[in-house]
């Protein structure tokens, strides 16, 4: 049962464009959302999260933005450079059964920005 | 402030040997957690654990795998008798939580295990 859904493995666009990376969820119990940005051999690096009362939040070229009633959020990165090339994982956490603030992960989408 | 540590970074076993995965966490951070890269996957929660004590395992498997944060030391994953599906990239990640409004987690590089 994946709670968090990525549905699109990869994406290329081209630099200087909008890069927009979707997920979905299915448990209404999650609080918050983060978008991680990974890189080959390195761990997930941390880069912006918004809370489940919010339905956009922006940090420089990135912004997230969140349809509850969807079940959906994006990520927008504008303008795309060829340093983000990288996978996205989208994460989604909460105080869910027991206490814990587990993240829940998405299986990442692929992003390659061309020069 | 070094970031989350993680070692050995990559570690090759024989089937049925014992793999001991080394965290530790950043600095001020008192809660740790384990996930699990599978090859084309995203990562799957294990563990979580505060100080000497286990929070959450329900993403463990039931035999052969075991964590633990002592008082003092690293965060140990264990996994007893390797077998080839335990070939991953294993992740932790640290996080305070003082007064934070959401549970930012800082990840490490991971080690990636590979059983022959």
């Known amino acids: 049962d994946q709670q968090v859904k990525q549905n699109s493995p990869s994406l290329s666009v081209q630099e200087g464009r909008i890069s927009i990376l979707n997920c979905d969820y299915t448990n209404s119990m999650f609080d918050y959302f983060l978008w991680y940005k990974k890189y080959p051999a390195e761990g997930p690096t941390f880069l912006i999260s918004?809370?489940?009362?919010?339905d956009k939040n922006e940090d420089g070229r990135f912004t997230v933005f969140l349809n509850k009633s969807a079940k959906h959020l994006s990520l927008h990165i504008v303008p795309s450079q060829p340093g983000d090339s990288a996978v996205y994982f989208c994460a989604a956490g909460g105080v869910l059964q027991g206490g814990s603030e587990k993240l829940v992960f998405g299986k990442g989408t692929k992003l390659t920005v061309n020069p | 402030n070094a970031g989350v540590m993680q070692n050995p970074r990559h570690l090759v076993r024989r089937r049925g040997q014992e793999a001991r995965l080394r965290c530790s966490p950043m600095k001020g951070h008192s809660h740790v957690y384990w996930y699990r890269q599978l090859p084309e996957e995203g990562l799957k929660f294990m563990v979580y654990l505060q100080k000497e004590n286990i929070i959450d395992e329900s993403g463990m498997p039931k035999e052969r795998f075991s964590a633990e944060f002592p008082k003092e030391g690293p965060s140990i994953l264990r996994i007893q008798q390797v077998v080839r599906g335990d070939s991953a990239a294993y992740f932790c990640?640290?996080?305070?939580?003082?007064?934070?409004?959401?549970?930012?987690?800082?990840f490490g590089p991971g080690t990636r295990l590979t059983v022959l």
């Open positions: 990640a640290s996080s305070r939580r003082e007064g934070a409004s959401y549970n930012e987690q800082f």
């Open positions: 918004i809370s489940s009362i919010k």
